[in-house]
């Protein structure tokens, strides 16, 4: 079994912001995922409290780390770059901090969907919260597609097909 978990904040006040691209993709896998034995998790508990909700997850289900795909948004990458990697530290996310606490491992991959815009502000916690521009916005949902692309690759092909797949043209690269 594999799972893929998505980070973000629950309630309507977040759906929007930066922070919760992570759920996005997950709520746009469960319309479209084609894969089998693959649970989507959306955890209630906050950013920071993920590694909480997965813990008690697998505690049901034992699974491999390597099996866990965790999707996220990462402030360091420009708006709408992906990075998947098969394993790395925290990066200052408090959500993969939680998850690394909570699998006592860096070993599990991760799906990063780059958020920043522009030079970032000294309060990321307050710029996470935001919601996107407008423009943004219109954006968002090629890469939100893409990542959900990405994320079922890897659960159907594996991680270094998903990796093919994300290094082809990304929504915003240029021509």
């Known amino acids: 079994m594999k799972f893929i ?25 469960k319309k479209t995922h084609k894969a089998k034995d693959l649970q989507l998790i959306k955890p209630s508990t906050y950013v920071n409290q993920t590694g909480e909700a997965l813990a008690k997850i697998i505690g049901r289900h034992p699974v491999l780390s390597r099996n866990i795909l965790v999707v996220c948004d990462d402030v360091h990458l420009p708006f709408g770059k992906m990075r998947l990697r ?21 070993e599990f991959p991760r799906l990063r969907l780059g958020v920043a815009a522009g030079i970032l502000p000294e309060d990321l916690a307050g710029f996470v919260l935001e919601p996107f521009s407008k423009s943004e916005e219109k954006t968002l949902k090629g890469i939100i597609e893409k990542a959900a692309d990405v994320c079922n690759t890897w659960a159907e092909k594996g991680l270094e097909t998903a990796q093919d797949l994300l290094s082809k043209k990304a929504p915003l690269d240029k021509e």
């Open 5 to 29: 978990v998505g980070v973000g904040n629950p309630g309507k006040e977040y759906e929007k912001t930066r922070h919760n691209v992570g759920f996005r993709v997950i709520d746009l896998l």
């Open 86 to 106: 098969a394993k790395g530290s925290a990066g200052g996310h408090n959500g993969l901090k939680s998850v690394i606490q909570a699998l006592d491992t860096e």
